[in-house]
């Protein structure tokens, strides 16, 4: 059972909206740590796409975009592509478990 | 730009210790104010983070796996170590070596290795 929590699976047809939630908790999220995301298409290595709750590193499209709430942050993606089905993981730091922590992980399937 | 690389035993005997090493090119692993750190991913499990080592040689671990972990950083060599002592079953994984950003309120983790599967049996 992973600390954030992710739906285990998204889709969506191309060219629509998806939102991928991660459900954190007082000591991650809540306690104002930030939150990244992370895809990782098939057979490749993890790659960032969200840091610090909302900005994007170079190179990775404006379809992607990272909001933060209380204890919960989302991962939205417009303009959905075949090239975006992979799985994301968003990753916080626990205070309680002095541990940076992931979700499960969410697999998208663009329809 | 730089890449991350691990290396080491894809299986390990019950009880014996897994060693991983993880080798840094692109650039200097003593560049800039960056932790690096291990992450593993069991079969159908979840991400989760072993610990991480600075260029000093300081380092820190998950508390969750308890005092099985050593880690280590040859600057020289420009990579960086993993030692998890007493291994069992559930410590199969994909092993993962990432840079972690030194950032207020808690950094990211960039780039990535490809990862390398380790088995635990016998």
């Known amino acids: 059972q992973s600390v954030l929590t992710q739906p285990p699976s998204v889709s969506g047809a191309p060219g629509q909206r998806v939102t991928i939630s991660c459900t954190g908790s007082?000591?991650?999220?809540?306690?104002?740590?930030?939150v990244h995301w992370y895809q990782q298409l098939p057979g490749t290595a993890l790659k960032l796409l969200i840091y610090?709750?909302?900005n994007r590193p170079s190179g990775v499209p404006d379809r992607f975009s990272g909001f933060k709430s209380v204890t919960s942050a989302s991962l939205v993606i417009t303009g959905l592509q075949a090239e975006d089905e992979a799985d994301y993981y968003c990753?916080?730091?626990?205070?309680?478990?002095?541990?940076?922590?992931f979700g499960g992980g969410t697999k998208l399937t663009v329809l | 730009q730089v890449q991350l690389q691990e290396s080491g035993p894809g299986l390990v005997e019950p009880s014996q210790s897994l060693s991983l090493i993880c080798t840094v090119s692109?650039?200097?692993?003593?560049?800039?104010?960056?932790?690096w750190s291990w992450v593993r991913r069991p079969a159908g499990k979840g991400l989760e983070w072993i610990g991480r080592?600075?260029?000093?040689?300081?380092?820190s671990h998950n508390p969750a796996l308890k005092n099985r972990v050593t880690m280590s950083i040859d600057t020289s060599k420009n990579q960086f170590s993993l030692k998890l002592s007493s291994v069992t079953a559930t410590d199969t994984a994909v092993y993962y070596c990432?840079?972690?950003?030194?950032?207020?309120?808690?950094?990211?983790?960039?780039?990535w290795g490809q990862g390398t599967l380790v088995t635990v049996s016998s």
């Open positions: 610090a709750n909302n």
């Open positions: 692109g650039d200097s692993i003593n560049t800039g104010s960056y932790y």
């Open positions: 990753q916080s730091y626990d205070s309680r478990l002095s541990a940076w922590v």
């Open positions: 990432a840079r972690q950003e030194n950032y207020p309120g808690g950094g990211w983790f960039d780039p």
């Open positions: 080592v600075y260029t000093s040689g300081s380092s």
């Open positions: 007082s000591s991650n999220i809540g306690a104002d740590y930030n």
